[in-house]
């Protein structure tokens, strides 16, 4: 007897989605944070706070994402004539001098990427602290985007509420207390760039500026940074408090004895664009800076607050979801992340928190035109953060952006394809100056706010990672990703030369293997191609094979990693072309290249290989696992030759050969790979793993977990942090529950899209009862539904436009013709 499902269909923006309990989305804990990697971070896209939650001493660390180091680059080429030495490598692979390519390699390499920068540090002071604290409690209330601390000092409550409004540009901290005696506190700004502090009245302001050039923390020089007073991006930072008591105090503010107390703190730059000057032609940052602090001002507690949440929730509520049980737990959150170490216990409520809590951080920092989320979301502490804390396009910069169709944040997706327009622009220099390509862009493996794509290393970088240059072939698929989920024909056209440019440079950078290859390539083509199409060069992300003879080498030809990423780009700009009728030699061309592109091979041990010969890897378990590209977020593992099922067994067997042991950003990716694969069971488990309680990284105590997985605050451990496992988590907790498909037809006469949803595709006997609304879908359809006993009980779909769907429920397929506006189906 089939079940019953009803169909609704709705416009996306009517589905209204309903919260889930609020205490079900906190973050909580019983003592404040010591460790960044215990506190709770709030932003408005732009400008970010780090919330310690002291009781004897408070600390909020500052950032704005528009402050780097570095000035324009893009016109700039380091080596513009690099290229001549590609015909040289070329040669030493023909000859399997792998040694000789990699030294070759490096004298094609150009300048690293800048460093992003912390802002500076506000910190409260509380001057009556003789008695004693109990009742202590800090939390983060992702419903609201606000952060919390509250406790008892001498029988006395004392509150404190943090949030970062988008509305108001700006960051509002409001401290109360029952105490007759009222606040006691003494408030100041500290920086680590050059600045000068002030304060005057109830305000204080810093003025200061980063170095206009600097390099990683992992380049041997002594001096890495270059100070200018009259070079680089320049900044204001301003508090004021709204307390009768405040008055100024040297370089700071105190309160005593107000009950109530708020703070208002903005901030500018003079970051005016990647092309642009900071100082010359930068934004009028100390107006901009003074402007917002009196608006802001000027509107009370209550209002900023209300604005700042119907903002927030506007985009957070599209989602709710429940993994069996909604109620909230009382253990704090470091507790239950501990005890989820414990593979016995299951934790549905921090499973759908840690997926919450994803969509949470990207709509907090990624709102910014033209600047996106970085490796570290907008959350950094240090002048010299981890691998600076730039866009690595290896595979942090896109995985940050896996859920944001998905898990309804499109408008988050904007600050990536505004950026993108610029990385063109150097992109193409790049090209002809590193790779002898004349038509499209490139990127290589780092950029930064400046919008640099050139390979990094300096002439010094290993080239497993500094060589790599599919950065343009890997971003620009987000732009047609972008298209199936929102069918938006003006976006797709104003975008289309960026995702064009990209596919051109794969055309451009394709080299015959039979004019490479001293030996035959033992495989079958389709009948209508000719000789075949790899890399030469090829790296793969930071990987390092062993040769027959022994030799551990970076440079190869004929890389998989690379094969899998042109296929995706050049059938997504194919596409593209088809939804717009244009480029007809253009989609002629790339449907003959697609033919020619060399086939997978697999492994003798059952794996998909990374590398054109069937090689070891230095290391086994290697963090990277880019040649399954095409499983995913690729959408293309078939490659026309061999049996689809036969490479989904291969890479399968890759993952298992792997292992589950490695980094937070890896088992994020890992998650959704197994999805793919329909393998709820290590899914689930990688799942687990990727929410590993992790130690704090300064914590010396004989109990210290070190390695992937999640920290007290449930930011990502690399670890050190990183916020793209957090994103690659919670993009993967969609892939088990919904999974769906976009094409169309390459003749435009024929152009008929073909949509496929499936649910509970990946679900985990764990989940076996739930519910989830608002996720999408391609072809721009909305799913909310209820399983039962692992079984959908209750579908609605919402569809933006009239569509026919394939619907895979519940071990049966069905075709659905569904139509604009509400429809039922029994």
């Known amino acids: 007897m089939k079940k019953t499902f009803i169909l609704m269909l709705l416009v996306w923006a009517a589905l209204g989605a309903t919260a889930q309990d609020s205490d079900a989305l906190r973050l909580h804990y019983d003592r404040p944070a010591q460790y960044f990697e215990e506190a709770l971070v709030i932003g408005n896209g732009t400008m970010g706070g780090i919330v310690y939650g002291g009781a004897e001493s408070d600390r909020i660390s500052l950032n704005d994402i528009t402050l780097w180091t570095g000035e324009p680059c893009n016109m700039k080429v380091y080596s513009p004539e690099a290229y001549k030495t590609i015909p040289a490598i070329r040669e030493a692979l023909r000859q399997d001098d792998y040694r000789k390519a990699d030294s070759l390699q490096r004298d094609v390499q150009g300048h690293f990427s800048q460093n992003y920068q912390p802002l500076g540090q506000l910190t409260i002071e509380y001057l009556d602290t003789a008695e004693a604290v109990s009742d202590y409690r800090r939390w983060l209330d992702i419903s609201e ?38 606040i006691r506190a003494r408030f100041s700004l500290s920086c680590q760039l050059p600045h000068t502090t002030t304060a005057q009245g109830r305000s204080m302001q810093t003025d200061g500026y ?363 700009a194919r596409d593209a072309a088809v939804v717009l009728e244009k480029d007809r030699d253009f989609i002629d061309e790339i449907d003959k290249v697609l033919l020619r592109l060399h086939p997978y091979k697999i492994g003798k041990k059952g794996n998909l290989q990374e590398w054109f010969w069937d090689w070891e890897d230095e290391d086994p378990h290697h963090r990277h696992q880019t040649h399954l590209f095409g499983l995913y ?20 067997r890759t993952l298992e050969l792997k292992g589950d042991r490695t980094t937070g950003w890896s088992t994020g990716w890992r998650v959704n790979l197994y999805a793919r694969l329909h393998d709820a069971k290590n899914a689930y488990h990688i799942y687990r793993k990727l929410l590993s309680y992790v130690s704090p990284d300064r914590y010396k105590g004989p109990d210290a977990r070190r390695g992937g997985g999640t920290y007290p605050n449930l930011l990502d451990a690399h670890s050190p942090f990183q916020i793209d496992g957090n994103f690659g988590g919670c993009a993967g907790v969609v892939e088990m529950l919904m999974q769906s498909n976009y094409t169309v037809n390459s003749q435009p006469s024929t152009l008929i899209p073909q949509i496929s949803i499936e649910l509970l595709p990946a679900l985990p006997a764990n989940w076996k009862d739930g519910k989830v609304s608002g996720i999408r879908a391609r072809g721009g359809i909305t799913v909310s539904m209820e399983w039962k006993e692992s079984r959908v009980t209750a579908l609605t779909l919402t569809a933006q436009q009239p569509c026919r769907v394939t619907l895979l429920v519940n071990g049966q397929q069905r075709e659905i013709t569904l139509k604009k506006g509400k429809n039922l189906i029994n």
Not at 149 to 162: A, H, K, N, P, S
Not at 633 to 652: C, F, I, M, S, Y
Request: aromatic content about 12%.
């Open 633 to 652: 977020p690729g959408h293309r593992l078939d490659d026309g030759v061999n049996k689809k099922d036969a490479l989904q067994r291969a890479a399968a």
């Open 145 to 182: 985007a606000t952060a919390h601390t509250q406790y008892r000092r001498g029988g006395f409550r004392y509150t404190t509420e943090y949030f970062a409004t988008n509305p108001d540009s700006g960051i509002v901290v409001r401290i109360t207390t029952d105490n007759p005696r009222g």
């Open 210 to 572: 980063a170095a206009y050039a600097s390099l990683p923390s992992y380049y041997d020089v002594k001096d890495k940074f270059s100070y200018d007073p009259g070079r680089g991006i320049h900044f204001r930072t301003k508090v004021q408090i709204n307390a009768k008591s405040a008055q100024a105090d040297g370089g700071t503010l105190t309160v005593e004895g107000d009950r109530e107390v708020t703070l208002y703190i903005v901030n500018a730059t003079s970051f005016n664009g990647y092309d642009r000057d900071p100082v010359k032609q930068g934004r009028p940052y100390m107006q901009l800076a003074d402007a917002r602090i009196e608006r802001i001002a000027a509107k009370s507690y209550g209002k900023l607050r209300s604005r700042h949440i119907a903002d927030y929730r506007s985009i957070f509520d599209r989602v709710s979801l429940t993994l069996g049980s909604a109620e909230a737990l009382d253990a704090p959150t470091d507790v239950q992340l501990r005890e989820y170490l414990d593979e016995s216990r299951f934790n549905p409520q921090l499973e759908a928190l840690y997926f919450q809590y994803g969509r949470y951080l990207l709509i907090s920092c990624s709102r910014t035109p033209n600047v996106p989320a970085n490796l570290q979301g907008l959350w950094n502490e240090s002048i010299l953060p981890p691998w600076s804390c730039n866009y690595t396009s290896n595979i942090n910069l896109e995985e940050n952006y896996w859920p944001a169709e998905t898990a309804a944040m499109p408008e988050m997706h904007s600050s990536l394809f505004t950026y993108m327009k610029e990385l063109q622009g150097s992109g193409e220099l790049s090209a002809k100056a590193y790779y002898g390509v004349g038509k499209g862009w490139c990127l290589g493996h780092n950029t930064d706010i400046w919008a640099m794509t050139c390979p990094v290393g300096l002439h010094t970088g290993d080239p497993s990672w500094a060589n790599w240059n599919m950065g343009g072939a890997w971003v620009s698929t987000h732009i047609w990703e972008h298209y199936t989920f929102s069918l938006d024909k003006d976006f797709l056209t104003e975008y289309y030369p960026v995702l064009k440019g990209a596919a051109e440079f794969c055309l451009g950078w394709l080299f015959p293997l039979d004019s490479l290859s001293p030996f035959p390539s033992p495989l079958i083509l389709h009948p209508s191609a000719v000789s075949p199409l790899i890399t030469a060069p090829s790296t793969s992300p930071e990987n390092i094979f062993v040769t027959d003879k022994g030799y551990h080498g970076r440079s190869c030809y004929g890389g998989f990693a690379d094969i899998a990423m042109i296929r995706e780009c050049l059938a997504d």
